[in-house]
């Protein structure tokens, strides 16, 4: 039966006072005429909603809901009350869904009304009851399984700890140049590299070349020096030899006076796939971290490459950040990163931390890849030469 303004208004209002007195029964009957596809006038499924929740008709109540999202999915009365019916119906993952809605909602802008802080309160609080218990589920089976140790491979650690929200996604940011299809991963297993075990087994002598060079060295120069040619960048350490630099490759020439001095060191780096390019590469050099040094979050300029640290001076308290994983060297062991992703470095010890640092091809990229990269780089080199006049 079509409803005439007038009526649906005298429903509308009969069925809100029987609802504040608590008949339930009454209201439910008056709304559903309101309700009734002849009735030709704008439903009150809110109320109806309301009305099956006083009688315990969770599908009722549950059908009224969505009928009123199905109008305006973005209802923030609606979103909150189906995740309260979600959560009382012990369907964490949907009340999960219908909160978060809602929370996005208000997180963007949102009014939220006197009456409904109490639900934005509950939603919270539900939020991190359910975390806690779906971690405390998840941690379960895969103790059962035998995926919570540490013999569990690393790329599912990640995804657990991602999961979990404990991480925080990264993605390549090379400075300068971005290759396409290059895995996302920030670290690489010593494993994956079989040349690295024989440069590993030259450690010890690396570390006595090392202690000649200190010995005849006061104070290494800065890693990040500003050029008169180019904008000063934008480094805390910039010009700061607390972060130093000793280069036996830089830019693709070697740097005699300093290799003469360490043989063995450049007889280990001939064994390391190191790109070759006029200019740019090799590139290999002791990173000098002084005590109490931070090198600030950044990224760097190339997604081709990976970086290799051997740590031949390694205090406690030192830490590497790549993306979303911080580790800590270990003695006599190769670390491999990829340095498109941020990363940042921290020496807290009282000591001077120093690597053997230098950079390699990724074993993803294919000799011809190799060959055009290396094209492609040098003609940047050749056209960024100032013209002689």
Not at 46 to 52: I, K, M, Q, Y
Not at 53 to 71: F, P, T, V, Y
Not at 94 to 118: E, Q
Request: proline share 7%.
């Amino acid at each position: 039966m079509t409803l005439a303004p007038s009526e649906s208004d005298k429903l509308r209002n009969d069925a809100i006072t029987y609802l504040r007195s608590g008949d339930a029964r009454k209201a439910r009957k008056t709304l559903e005429q309101i309700c009734a596809p002849e009735s030709g006038v704008d439903p009150q499924w809110l109320l109806l909603a309301h009305a099956c929740r006083m009688l315990g008709d969770d599908a009722g109540e549950e059908m009224a809901l969505q009928k009123l999202l199905m109008i305006n999915k973005r209802h923030l009365p609606a979103l909150f009350l189906m995740g309260e019916l979600k959560a009382r119906t012990n369907d964490d993952r949907a009340a999960n869904g219908f909160y978060k809605a809602a929370l996005n909602m208000v997180s963007t802008g949102a009014a939220v009304s006197d009456d409904l802080r109490p639900k934005l309160k509950q939603a919270e609080e539900f939020l991190a009851g359910a975390h806690g218990r779906f971690e405390t589920f998840l941690l379960r089976r895969l103790d059962e399984t035998g995926l919570a140790g540490k013999d569990t491979p690393i790329p599912v650690r990640q995804a657990i700890d991602l999961l979990m929200g404990r991480k925080e996604i990264f993605y390549q940011k090379p400075s300068i140049f971005y290759y396409p299809g290059m895995p996302q991963r920030e670290f690489y297993q010593r494993s994956e590299f079989p040349w690295l075990a024989e440069m590993e087994t030259a450690i010890p002598d690396m570390q006595e070349e090392l202690r000649g060079v200190i010995a005849r060295t006061k104070e290494f120069k800065p890693y990040v020096q500003g050029q008169p040619n180019r904008p000063r960048p934008n480094n805390p350490l910039l010009d700061d030899p607390s972060w130093g630099a000793h280069y036996f490759w830089k830019d693709g020439v070697e740097v005699t006076e300093n290799s003469i001095h360490c043989p063995k060191t450049m007889a280990a780096l001939e064994a390391a796939p190191i790109p070759v390019i006029q200019e740019r590469s090799p590139m290999a050099l002791y990173s000098v971290l002084e005590p109490g040094t931070h090198i600030a979050p950044h990224y760097g300029m190339l997604n081709t490459r990976l970086i290799c640290h051997i740590p031949l001076v390694l205090p406690p308290d030192c830490t590497l950040r790549v993306g979303g994983e911080t580790r800590s060297w270990q003695s006599g062991e190769a670390l491999v990163f990829d340095d498109s992703f941020e990363h940042e470095a921290w020496n807290l010890s009282d000591q001077r931390r120093v690597i053997l640092l230098f950079e390699i091809w990724r074993p993803e990229i294919s000799e011809d890849e190799r060959s055009a990269l290396t094209t492609i780089f040098e003609a940047i080199n050749e056209y960024q030469k100032p013209v002689e006049i």
